[in-house]
Nanobody, 128 residues
Framework: QVQLVESGGGSVQAGESLRLSCATS????????IAWFRQAPGKEREGVSS????????YHADSVKGRFTIFSLSGQNTVYLQMNNLKPEDTAVYYC?????????????????????WGQGTQVTVSS
């Protein structure tokens, strides 16, 4: 059974950093893409970053390029989202999601419709 458990959320000041963790189980990480999405109150869910361990493919939303990094460590079944220089507009519930690979050619890796498995979410609050 595919399971995703997020942790690492919290409240920080603008300009500070947080590292979110997505602990995965029940599947082989190399067979899936793992993505982070976020949803702020009153807004649609937004794809933030996506990562495939098999070949290191990475995609970031324009809003987080240069500030967020997605990665995993060799031998671990955890995918991290390192968030630097956080801004108040980054405030949201952050979700980890998994999608079995491969995607069709040209697919948008940050489209939530591709992801069948989701974690419960972790709150990130950034104050100015």
């Amino acid at each position: 059974q595919v399971q995703l458990v997020e942790s690492g959320g919290g409240s920080v000041q603008a300009g500070e950093s947080l590292r979110l963790s997505c602990a995965t189980s029940g599947f082989t990480l190399d067979d899936y893409a793992i993505a982070w999405f976020r949803q702020a109150p009153g807004k649609e869910r937004e794809g933030v970053s996506s990562f495939r361990t098999k070949d290191g493919s990475i995609y970031h939303a324009d809003s987080v390029k240069g500030r967020f990094t997605i990665f995993s460590l060799s031998g671990q079944n955890t995918v991290y989202l390192q968030m630097n220089n956080l801004k108040p507009e980054d405030t949201a519930v952050y979700y980890c999601a998994a999608a079995r690979q491969p995607f069709k050619r040209g697919a948008n890796w940050l489209d939530a419709a591709h992801y069948a498995h989701w974690g419960q979410g972790t709150q990130v609050t950034v104050s100015s």
